[in-house]
Structure formats: structure tokens, C-alpha cells
């Protein structure tokens, strides 16, 4: 199951988990697995339209995720995102 690391200043909404294991075989899934496990969440992330707000940046291991496929990029099993604001 991927997991994804919460910065800091976010865990406030993860109940204080600094890592959240998620579902999803995509970016996307994954993060949307996250904001429906933590609602809260959700509005830091996701504009109004529902896009991922320009200033969250996704990192798969040590690339950013704009540079692989992004949101569409494929996870494997054991796999880590981090958020970085």
C-alpha cells in the first residue's frame, strides 16, 4: 500500500500522522483517498474546481511528480508520495 508524508504544518488534519497509508494506483487515487480520509484536508489541497493547488507540490521518492506524468503517474505497492507546500 503507498504511503504519503505529511508536512508539519498539515498533520494538524491527519490527526497528527506525519505518514497516512493510502489506496490507489495513481497519484490521483492516492490523493483523493487521503482527502476522503481526512475531509479537512481536502481544501489545502484542492481548489474549488477541484484541481490540485498550484503550490502543493508531489514528490515520488526524490522527483516531483509534474516532471514524471503527474497526477496520472503510476504507483507501485510500496511506494512513498510526500506533500510539500
Known sequence: MPT?????PLRQFTGGN???PV????????????ATRHP??????????GEL????NVFL???DVRHLQ???????????LRIVP
Open 18 to 20: 506525519a505518514e497516512v
Open 70 to 80: 503527474g497526477v496520472n503517474t503510476v504507483l507501485k505497492e510500496n511506494d512513498q
Open 4 to 8: 504519503i508524508r505529511i508536512p508539519t
Open 23 to 34: 489506496s490507489g494506483d495513481t497519484v490521483n487515487a492516492a490523493l483523493s483517498d487521503l
Open 61 to 63: 521518492g526524490q522527483d
Open 53 to 56: 493547488r498550484a503550490f502543493v
Open 40 to 49: 479537512d484536508l481536502r481544501k489545502h489541497l484542492y481548489s474549488d474546481t
